[in-house]
């Protein structure tokens, strides 16, 4: 069993920056693969970023890619996502999700069998 908790999220300007995180429980967390997933109000929760679990690849949605970066500490049990040049298109709750079946990353949102509660991104104009 994996339990995921978020943190990080808030208010931030446009052009702004914010850093989530999520430890993760569980002697494992080395050998899963981590997503980071977002769902915007009235929308489908989408693909944001994977990591592998040696954090030597990664993926990223194209709206996201140059402007998001997601790492992970496996000695602290945390999973990252940088996000810089913010805009108010990328508010929705965050939530990160780990996927023990595989080591490599996925874009697809039903491999992840462990998710977090997330934690809301607003980004104003």
């Known amino acids: 069993q994996v339990q995921l908790v978020e943190s990080g999220g808030g208010l931030v300007q446009a052009g702004g920056s914010l850093r989530l995180s999520c430890a993760a429980s569980?002697?494992?967390?080395?050998?899963?693969?981590m997503g980071w997933f977002r769902q915007a109000p009235g929308k489908e929760r989408v693909f944001v970023a994977a990591i592998n679990w040696s954090g030597g690849s990664t993926d990223y949605a194209k709206s996201v890619k140059g402007r998001f970066t997601i790492s992970r500490d496996n000695a602290k049990n945390t999973v990252y996502l940088q996000m810089n040049s913010l805009k108010p298109e990328d508010t929705a709750v965050y939530y990160c999700?780990?996927?023990?079946?595989?080591?490599?990353?996925?874009?697809?949102?039903?491999?992840?069998?462990?998710w977090g509660q997330g934690t809301q991104v607003t980004v104003s104009s």
């Open positions: 999700a780990a996927d023990s079946s595989r080591y490599s990353a996925t874009k697809i949102l039903g491999e992840y069998d462990y």
């Open positions: 569980g002697r494992t967390f080395s050998s899963y693969a």
